[in-house]
């Protein structure tokens, strides 16, 4: 048994990339996982993938800019296993056009829900049973653009806001054994992360943008999903008891 034996995670936006990269660790540690995203086939593969049945798994499809769908991943957990220990917020994006010259309301405000008003809501549904079992690890996947700029305007704003609201939230758990992180990756290849449009819309080439990605490291380098997991698993586990309120990074050195 892992560092997460007995232990219940859910995890947002668990079908793809970072979010399916931590589900992978949490089950290899032993953690019963919950997944959630708008697409069923994936959330399916990627409990397939960890060779996780109806005992140890289970995939919600949900969505994440949805105050009622956003909730439901804890919800079904709450019911299906009877406790939730740990959640991870991942879901985040762009929406739209957020060219702010284009004063496009609606892609700024719709950005800000996926990136940071979804976390509020799925972690408003967990705090209750967390305080009330004296237990719980609340970890939000931040950006290299938590602290600098580099994204569009309203993601590189709610970015930087959950680091607020990781804070605030740490020390609102506290008292009742709660600890809250946000971990930030750099650039990570995920299919966010789409090298071959950002190269379209440039004008450049593939191999021009991933050298520019990996120029804004110290190890000068995109990083895999996978090597975010060891983090994530350190600050749900009992071993991460001391960390909490943290900014952590693991991005290879961005833009230090």
Known sequence: MGQLGGRVAVITGGGRGIGAAIALRYAAEGATVVVSSRTASDLENTLSIAGLGPDRGLAVVADATDRNDARRPVSEALERFGRVDILVNNVGGNVGNNDPFLANDEAFESTLVLCLTSAWWTTSAVLPSMRDQGFGRIISIGSGT???????????????????????????????????????????????VDFERIATARGTTVAIEEERAAADSLQHRVLDASELTGMASLLASDDGRGITGQVISVDGGYKV
Do not use: D, M, Q
Not at 162 to 167: A, D, P
């Open 146 to 192: 938590s602290k600098t700029t580099g994204a569009s305007l309203p993601y590189t704003t709610a970015k930087h806001a959950l680091v607020g609201f990781t804070k605030e939230l740490a020390k609102t758990g506290a008292p009742f054994g709660i600890n809250a992180n946000l971990l930030c990756p750099g650039w990570t290849r995920t299919s966010l």
